[in-house]
Nanobody, 128 residues
């Protein structure tokens, strides 16, 4: 059974950094796509970034481009989201999602449609 567990959220001041982790079990990360999403109170879930184990380069929403970096550690079956220059508008619950053995990129990878499995989320609050 596929499980995703996010960690690394917390409270950070504007301009600060956080690194989120998404640990996967039940499938081998070498084959598939992982996406990061976020949802702020009263807003729809928004795609932040996605990374595929083949065919596609990592992709970012315009709102985080240049500030966030997605990466993976195949040995640990973990995907990371390094967030820098954080802004109050980055405050949200952050979720990772997986599409095992399927490969997506670009703007389609930032929609919920391709993903079968979701983590429980981790809260990120950016505030002084």
């Amino acid at each position: 059974q596929v499980q995703l567990v996010e960690s690394g959220g917390g409270l950070v001041q504007p301009g600060g950094s956080l690194r989120l982790s998404c640990a996967a079990s039940g499938f081998t990360w070498n084959y598939g796509t992982i996406g990061w999403f976020r949802q702020a109170p009263g807003k729809e879930r928004e795609g932040v970034s996605c990374i595929s184990s083949r065919y596609y380069n990592p992709y970012y929403a315009d709102s985080v481009k240049g500030r966030f970096t997605i990466s993976r550690d195949n040995a640990k079956n973990t995907v990371y989201l390094q967030m820098s220059s954080l802004k109050p508008e980055d405050t949200a619950i952050y979720y990772c999602a997986a599409a095992p053995q399927r490969y997506y990129g670009g703007s389609y990878g930032l929609t919920p449609a391709p993903y079968d499995y979701w983590g429980q989320g981790t809260q990120v609050t950016v505030s002084s």
